[in-house]
């Protein structure tokens, strides 16, 4: 028996025993970890994969993560906010591709205009779709009563992504000012909850500073809030932001992979029935990457559907894939690479996450 497969025949993992599943590097010991986590994925929701489109409808954005390519400080972006028409266009495409939803997200805007084209933009879409097809937000942090404002307009699903739970690091990646204050970001994922959303989180492997403990506290924060959808990749450096000069200190990108698939597979361990999307960035460093983190326990997708003429202009992040894409060729080529590691595209199942609704029903 292997070092993983000891700690796997746990009914609970205890933070030392997640440090130790990550760590983990003998192949046979990573192998094991991930063979098990497909095996829970399986059984618990199953071989089909759901797939969301993203519209990244605007990089307009006041804060300054540091982090972050389309930061407000980055004066080399050329800032866009893409016509409702347009987005309804996207809107129509994904319908007609037997896409169940979308998730919209910009760049964090918090005013009464904002929130007003948000509000009446959700309703032009509740209007333009089916009664089942779902919205999903990610628009950052926002007042409890905007949040519900949307959600009373007709979404259905919020995405904030802490980045980092533990309060030291988020700091660290973070201005100092109150614009990115730790405490403000948890509340508005409580406020999420509280409004009625199915609520999405998630984090970046492989930061500065980052230890193997701090992800190991990523995990078991994550279970602690009882999220109902994840999206976590690995951290890949922007060289117009400030944390770029820690690059040094990163750890090669084959390893920031590999233990994004760690993290994906024990999360799925610890939450079986939550929702866990395959991520880009694990694409942007291997051309399977989202079809290998599927292996390691991810069920969702969430393939680019934004117009190709702004996505030069939402990076996020370097090397991006598929920036000069249209959105027909990228589901072409996503429906074929899911089938090549023997899984199916749930193209017409609303992909509620199991863990939002059993949460319900309790
Ligand atoms: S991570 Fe989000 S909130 Fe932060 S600067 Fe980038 S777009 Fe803005």
Same mark, same amino acid.
């Given at each position: 028996?292997?070092?993983?497969?000891?700690?796997?025949?746990?009914?609970?993992?205890?933070? =030392?025993? *997640?440090?130790?599943?990550?760590?983990? +590097?003998?192949? /046979?010991?990573?192998? !094991? $970890?991930?063979?098990?986590?497909? &095996?829970?994925?399986?059984?618990?929701?199953?071989?089909?994969?759901?797939?969301?489109?993203?519209?990244?409808?605007?990089?307009?954005?006041?804060?300054?993560?540091?982090?972050?390519?389309?930061?407000?400080?980055?004066?080399?972006?050329?800032?866009?906010?893409?016509?409702?028409?347009?987005?309804?266009?996207?809107?129509?495409?994904?319908?007609?591709?037997?896409?169940?939803?979308?998730?919209?997200?910009?760049?964090?805007?918090?005013?009464?205009?904002?929130?007003?084209?948000?509000? =009446?933009? *959700?309703?032009?879409?509740?209007?333009? +779709?089916?009664? /089942?097809?779902?919205? !999903? $937000?990610?628009?950052?942090?926002? &007042?409890?009563?905007?949040?519900?404002?949307?959600?009373?307009?007709?979404?259905?699903?919020?995405?904030?992504?802490?980045?980092?739970?533990?309060?030291?690091?988020?700091?660290?990646?973070?201005?100092?000012?109150?614009?990115?204050?730790?405490?403000?970001?948890?509340?508005?994922?409580?406020?999420?909850?509280?409004?009625?959303?199915?609520?999405?989180?998630?984090?970046?492997?492989?930061?500065?500073?980052?230890?193997?403990?701090?992800?190991?506290?990523?995990?078991?924060?994550?279970?602690?809030?009882?999220?109902?959808?994840?999206?976590?990749?690995?951290?890949?450096?922007?060289?117009?932001?400030?944390?770029?000069?820690?690059?040094?200190?990163?750890?090669?990108?084959?390893?920031?992979?590999?233990?994004?698939?760690?993290?994906?597979?024990?999360?799925?361990?610890?939450?079986?029935?939550?929702?866990?999307?395959?991520?880009?960035?694990?694409?942007?460093?291997?051309?399977?990457?989202?079809?290998?983190?599927?292996?390691?326990?991810?069920?969702?997708?969430?393939?680019?559907?934004?117009?190709?003429?702004?996505?030069?202009?939402?990076?996020?992040?370097?090397?991006?894939?598929?920036?000069?894409?249209?959105?027909?060729?990228?589901?072409?080529?996503?429906?074929?690479?899911?089938?090549?590691?023997?899984?199916?595209?749930?193209?017409?199942?609303?992909?509620?996450?199991?863990?939002?609704?059993?949460?319900?029903?309790?």
């Amino acid at each position: 028996m292997n070092a993983a497969s000891e700690i796997l025949m746990k009914q609970e993992l205890s933070k =030392e025993d *997640i440090v130790s599943l990550l760590s983990l +590097t003998n192949k /046979e010991d990573h192998d !094991t $970890l991930i063979k098990k986590a497909y &095996s829970i994925k399986e059984s618990c929701v199953g071989k089909k994969d759901y797939v969301r489109g993203l519209i990244e409808f605007s990089n307009q954005c006041k804060k300054n993560c540091l982090y972050c390519g389309i930061r407000a400080g980055n004066t080399k972006v050329n800032r866009y906010s893409i016509p409702d028409e347009e987005i309804l266009q996207v809107i129509e495409f994904a319908q007609k591709n037997k896409f169940t939803g979308i998730v919209l997200q910009s760049g964090e805007q918090n005013n009464i205009d904002f929130t007003k084209r948000i509000t =009446e933009l *959700i309703i032009k879409i509740k209007k333009a +779709t089916t009664p /089942e097809f779902r919205i !999903t $937000l990610s628009l950052g942090e926002q &007042s409890f009563e905007t949040y519900k404002e949307w959600f009373d307009a007709g979404a259905q699903r919020y995405l904030l992504r802490i980045e980092a739970s533990d309060e030291e690091l988020y700091k660290k990646i973070h201005p100092d000012n109150e614009l990115h204050n730790y405490k403000t970001r948890l509340e508005c994922l409580e406020n999420t909850k509280r409004a009625g959303y199915q609520t999405g989180t998630g984090v970046m492997i492989g930061l500065p500073f980052q230890t193997i403990e701090n992800l190991a506290d990523d995990l078991l924060f994550i279970k602690k809030m009882n999220i109902d959808m994840v999206g976590m990749g690995p951290y890949l450096e922007h060289a117009d932001t400030p944390l770029y000069k820690y690059k040094a200190m990163l750890l090669p990108l084959t390893e920031r992979f590999n233990l994004s698939l760690r993290m994906i597979a024990v999360l799925r361990i610890m939450m079986p029935y939550i929702n866990i999307a395959a991520t880009t960035a694990l694409q942007s460093i291997m051309p399977m990457g989202r079809e290998r983190g599927l292996k390691a326990g991810a069920n969702v997708l969430m393939p680019n559907l934004t117009p190709g003429k702004y996505r030069k202009s939402y990076l996020l992040y370097e090397n991006k894939p598929c920036i000069d894409e249209e959105a027909d060729e990228c589901l072409d080529c996503l429906s074929h690479r899911v089938k090549m590691v023997g899984e199916e595209i749930a193209y017409d199942e609303f992909g509620d996450s199991k863990h939002f609704i059993k949460r319900k029903n309790n």
